[in-house]
């Protein structure tokens, strides 16, 4: 098949509700701190990578998820349904869907724990076919056997794996050998290199062919084989940084599905991430493609593809 008829986006992960309260600071172990307003909004790793791989267009977006057969199911759903992912959901009678619980700070700042639920019954065998994906798009809240059984199978069907290896744990060197764009940010990318180093020595320690890591208010670096590449971050009011992360590498992946040149995708994401620190929420936060272009026009970058 040619990389024409390839052009599709298959993002494969966690969803999960998110159940967000405000306050002054995230609480220190023992604390208790009383916080503002409680709101749920549409989260998990997964889900608002693929919500932000749609809204940032230019790619059909496809997403495998596995959600319980309850409440919390619904506004997931409709949150990535109507960002444009096409949903293969696996339901799951005996898990509740996955939820996860964020304090925010005043400062934008964010504390999360997940009950996976549903997400931990994502099994290797629930891989959907393959024809068309030009990228899979993998993060680290569903099981790892079910990860790296879906990357290998990418990579014997020559469909790009990219890999967020978020939240932080040891990988297998099997499923690293299967992943073509590695994405973390500068802890995870401390803890799969193995040490404290500095992140260019780090980041050639990953034997993975690009390796992007994300640096929060400093923008991000990228080894794309030999070559490193800086993109400085965008300066915005930080109201949320929740679903930050996850909206770098969705317009990331879109931008490269686009057929757009590596410095521009991570232009494109670096800006994206910084539009979804104004907002609360994570799906809420993410924009669509015309609001980062107008962002960017406004910092004097006219993008051209
Ligand atoms: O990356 C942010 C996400 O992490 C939240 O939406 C939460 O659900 C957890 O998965």
Redesign the pocket.
């Known amino acids: 098949m040619s990389s024409r008829t390839r052009s599709s986006i298959l993002v494969a992960g966690?969803a999960?509700l998110?159940f967000v309260v405000r306050a002054p600071h995230v609480p220190a172990p023992g604390e208790t701190v009383l916080g503002g307003e409680f709101r749920t909004f549409p989260?998990?790793?997964g889900a608002?990578q693929a919500a932000a791989c749609a809204r940032a267009g230019g790619a059909a977006t496809r997403m495998l998820l596995a959600l319980g057969e309850d409440a919390f199911a619904e506004p997931i759903e409709d949150s990535l349904r109507s960002a444009g992912v096409e949903l293969d959901i696996r339901r799951q009678r005996e898990q509740p869907t996955g939820t996860?619980f964020?304090c925010v700070s005043d400062r934008g700042e964010n504390a999360?724990t997940?009950a996976p639920g549903a997400n931990s019954a994502l099994r290797p065998q629930d891989l959907p076919s393959l024809d068309g994906v030009g990228h899979l798009l993998l993060q680290l809240?569903t099981p790892l056997a079910s990860v790296a059984a879906y990357a290998r199978a990418a990579r014997a069907a020559g469909v790009r794996v990219v890999l967020n290896a978020a939240p932080a744990q040891a990988l297998p060197a099997e499923l690293l050998a299967d992943v073509d764009v590695l994405i973390v940010n500068e802890g995870e990318l401390a803890a799969l290199a193995g040490a404290e180093a500095a992140i260019e020595a780090n980041l050639a320690r990953i034997g993975v062919p690009w390796v992007i890591v994300t640096l929060g208010e400093r923008g991000c670096l990228a080894r794309i084989g030999t070559e490193m590449l800086e993109q400085p971050a965008f300066p915005v009011e930080v109201v949320d940084t929740?679903?930050a992360?996850?909206t770098f590498c969705g317009a990331l992946v879109a931008a490269l599905a686009r057929g757009a040149e590596v410095p521009c995708a991570l232009r494109e994401a670096c800006a994206a991430s910084a539009l979804a620190c104004t907002r609360l929420g994570?799906q809420a936060s993410i924009p669509r493609r015309e609001e980062v272009e107008a962002f960017l026009g406004q910092a004097g970058i006219d993008e051209d593809r």
């Open positions: 966690s999960n998110d989260g998990g790793k608002n996860a964020i999360i997940v809240e929740t679903g992360g996850d994570a």
